[in-house]
């Protein structure tokens, strides 16, 4: 066991100090009782190891911290997962255009089928009409060639505007004066799926109603 040897400071000179047969007992107890702490511990980790490496390979517990609920939940989305059909869904983003003036371009086509949707765009007089209809168009082009998607039987169920960067201009006025005008961006997302027995059903419906009231 090694012997420490401290230095007192005192204003004018340093002394060393002289060891004596008591300091050098405390300081020894001291390191005895740090070595037996460090062994006591190494024994209860290397025990719990050895503990969890046989509790391995029973059932393991639920923690009572986790949720029910979210366990359910995981359960209920693996069997809606079978039963839903096949979504795709398309995006483009920096559009050069304010979300408002996209967004009732966008509403007109949702919950409308891919065909009769680019058929409304086409007639459609607004400058979000053509991005509108691209982005419609490279959706449907993924949902075939990519996910095997018939693409006579595809709907339109979603269709929503997202914001982007607002970019910060000066704007030059008459006598002197400026100020600071904004040029907005926006994201456009288009999902896209099949239409079920019912779904076709009642757009064959409409159709009907509607090329009657306009006979009359």
């Given at each position: 066991?090694?012997?420490?040897?401290?230095?007192?400071?005192?204003?004018?000179?340093?002394k060393?100090?002289?060891?004596?047969?008591?300091?050098?007992?405390?300081?020894r107890?001291?390191?005895?009782?740090?070595?037996?702490?460090?062994?006591?511990l190494?024994i209860?980790?290397?025990?719990?190891w050895?503990?969890?490496?046989?509790?391995?390979e029973?059932?393991?517990?639920?923690?009572?911290?986790?949720?029910v609920?979210?366990?359910?939940?995981g359960?209920?989305e693996?069997?809606?997962?079978?039963?839903?059909?096949?979504?795709?869904?398309?995006?483009?983003k920096?559009?050069?255009?304010?979300p408002?003036?996209?967004?009732?371009v966008?509403?007109?086509?949702r919950?409308?089928?891919v065909?009769?949707?680019?058929?409304?765009?086409q007639?459609?007089?607004?400058?979000?009409?053509?991005?509108?209809?691209?982005v419609?168009?490279?959706?449907r082009a993924?949902?075939?060639?990519?996910?095997g998607?018939?693409?006579?039987?595809?709907?339109?169920?979603?269709?929503?505007?997202?914001?982007?960067?607002f970019?910060?201009?000066?704007s030059f006025?008459g006598?002197?004066?400026?100020?600071?005008?904004?040029r907005?961006e926006?994201?456009?997302?288009?999902v896209v799926?099949?239409?079920?027995?019912?779904e076709e059903?009642?757009i064959?419906?409409?159709?009907?109603?509607k090329?009657?009231?306009?006979?009359?």
């Amino acid at each position: 066991m090694m012997d420490y040897v401290f230095l007192c400071t005192n204003n004018k000179k340093k002394k060393k100090k002289k060891k004596t047969k008591a300091n050098c007992l405390v300081f020894r107890d001291c390191g005895s009782h740090l070595l037996l702490a460090s062994h006591r511990l190494y024994i209860s980790i290397s025990s719990n190891w050895k503990l969890l490496a046989g509790s391995s390979e029973e059932t393991p517990i639920s923690s009572p911290l986790t949720p029910v609920l979210a366990i359910d939940i995981g359960k209920n989305e693996e069997k809606k997962g079978v039963a839903n059909r096949t979504k795709v869904q398309a995006v483009l983003k920096k559009i050069k255009q304010s979300p408002k003036k996209v967004n009732l371009v966008a509403a007109l086509i949702r919950g409308m089928r891919v065909e009769d949707a680019l058929l409304q765009l086409q007639v459609t007089v607004k400058r979000a009409a053509k991005t509108v209809y691209q982005v419609i168009h490279s959706a449907r082009a993924d949902a075939t060639h990519n996910h095997g998607l018939d693409p006579d039987c595809l709907l339109v169920p979603e269709a929503f505007i997202g914001k982007g960067m607002f970019l910060k201009r000066v704007s030059f006025h008459g006598k002197g004066r400026s100020s600071i005008k904004e040029r907005p961006e926006c994201r456009l997302t288009v999902v896209v799926r099949e239409m079920t027995a019912e779904e076709e059903a009642e757009i064959a419906r409409q159709t009907e109603s509607k090329q009657v009231s306009q006979a009359y």
